[in-house]
């Protein structure tokens, strides 16, 4: 029951927190001395914060100090030290407009203490027609986007309460004949406090400088930058020199979590854990979430969580099957989150012990 009532008080604080630094819209102010500011749209490879699983997104993202298998690469690194043997993890899920979104990763132990791993994640949608003013309704071309990011992970236990995990990952952003590309890293920690339970994650990701669009579509003759034809007479006698078009630069979507959680049912036959997270984002407002996972028997978990101020995430749901034969275990999980404009978006993942 203390803990029950200890988690309930922090997590309530990380939601009045939330609430208070964003006033409940997109607007998001600084502490400049020019005032309020708005941040939303200032970033990039925006993919980067779509989540992936059924764990963590069944649980409203409330994942932080709660991960511990091979998908904390993408929620905590540092939750990687809980991979006992080799692990292997699959997930995918589809968007609107045939937009797919697919994320694979493998830990491997090297010792009881720490663990390496890698991962690889695209997003993105084929055949997508070239339109234009002057044929609305396609001009027969079709183009594709191509989001990726790739990286390995190194984690590790320094003592039995504290683990830290690190990635150093690749991030490109690609479609039509234009791509930008960044070197990003992630870090993370988690930590068992030893009072009533209760155990602490944080992670910062995506640390990385700016980067900007290059490509020949950006390449246009000095003559005619509109059509990009080059003119039969340079009217001032001048060669005709090419030209390349600049491109805003942008950096990638820095993203802040920290949590807490406690298990605060453990028997036998029944587990159930309970967090919360709190989240802040370079380019949207403070946010916050709570959720819960209950296992029966080390076979089926439920759960549920709920993302606070969110302009599109609410509630969300899932559960998880797990089979346990030999030396071999493998666990299914599913999640089913509710959007404000896209109605309920579907997750599933595998991941397989060797």
Known sequence: MYKLIIILMVVSGINLFAQTNSGGSTQVTGSTSDGPFEKVGSSGSQFLKVPIGGRGVGMGGAFSSVVDDVSAMYWNPSGMVGVENIQVYVAHSTWYGDIKSNYAAVAVPLNDDFKVGAFVQTFGANDIPV???????????????????????????????FSFGVTAKYVQNAFQTVSASAVA????TQYETG?????????????STETSFKGDALEKESGN???????????????????????????????????????????DMHKLIISGDVITISDSPEQA????????????????????NNSQMGLSGGMGINYISGDFAGTFEYAASNTVSLGIMHRLNVILDF
């Open 225 to 267: 930058l509109i059509s990009g034809s080059k003119p039969t007479e340079n009217p001032i006698g001048t060669p005709n020199y090419g030209v390349i078009l600049p491109a805003y630069p942008f950096s990638l979507p820095v993203i802040f979590r920290g949590g807490l959680s406690s298990a605060i049912v453990e028997t």
């Open 131 to 161: 339109t234009t003013i002057n044929q609305p309704e396609g001009t027969g071309a079709f183009y594709s986007i191509n989001d990726m990011s790739f990286g390995l992970s190194f984690a590790g236990a320094l003592t039995e309460q």
């Open 195 to 207: 009072i009533q339970g209760i155990k602490l994650g944080f992670s910062i990701m995506n640390l």
């Open 289 to 308: 979430a709570f959720g819960f996972d209950y296992k029966w028997n080390d076979l089926l978990s439920l759960r549920a969580g709920y993302h606070f």
């Open 185 to 188: 890293f992630d870090i993370g």
